[in-house]
C-alpha cells in the first residue's frame, strides 16, 4: 500500500523560493519512478519533473534550470526545489510514485496506474 504525503507549500512572491518534500511509504519497486506534476485551476495535471532509481533527472521545459528534482532514500523521502518561481507556477503540486502517465513520458519509459498523494497548494503572487 503506497503512502505519499507531501508538505512545503505555501504564498511566495515571484522571483522566490520553496522546497517541496514527500514522504513516501510501502512503495517498494514504485521507487524506480518518481517524480512531481502539478494541476492549476482550469488546466489538466502536468508533469514536472521526474527521477529514477539511478538518480537520473527529467524536467518539462517550462521548469528546466529553476527546479530540482532529489532524493534521499534513507529517509525515503523525495524533494522538489522550486527557485525563481513565477506567477504561472501556481498550482496544486502532487507526489507521484510508479510512472503514472504525467510522469513517465519525462523519463521516457512505459507509463503505469501510478500513484500520488493528497497535494500542497503552491501559490506565487
Known amino acids: 500500500h503506497v503512502q505519499l504525503v507531501e508538505s512545503g507549500g505555501g504564498l511566495v512572491q515571484p522571483g522566490g523560493s520553496l522546497r517541496l518534500s514527500c514522504v513516501a511509504s510501502?512503495?517498494?519497486?514504485?521507487?524506480?519512478?518518481m517524480g512531481w506534476l502539478r494541476q492549476a485551476p482550469g488546466k489538466e495535471r502536468e508533469g514536472v519533473a521526474a527521477?529514477?532509481?539511478?538518480?537520473?533527472?527529467s524536467y518539462v521545459d517550462s521548469v528546466k534550470g529553476r527546479f530540482t528534482i532529489s532524493q534521499d532514500n534513507a529517509k525515503n523521502t523525495l524533494y522538489l526545489q522550486m527557485n525563481s518561481l513565477k506567477p504561472e507556477d501556481t498550482a496544486i503540486y502532487y507526489c507521484?510514485?510508479?510512472?503514472?502517465?504525467?510522469?513517465?513520458?519525462?523519463?521516457?519509459?512505459?507509463?503505469?496506474?501510478?500513484?500520488w498523494g493528497q497535494g500542497t497548494q503552491v501559490t506565487v503572487s
Open positions: 507521484a510514485a510508479d510512472c503514472p502517465p504525467e510522469i513517465a513520458p519525462l523519463l521516457g519509459v512505459t507509463a503505469h496506474f501510478g500513484y
Open positions: 510501502g512503495y517498494g519497486s514504485s521507487r524506480d519512478c
Open positions: 527521477i529514477d532509481s539511478d538518480g537520473s533527472t
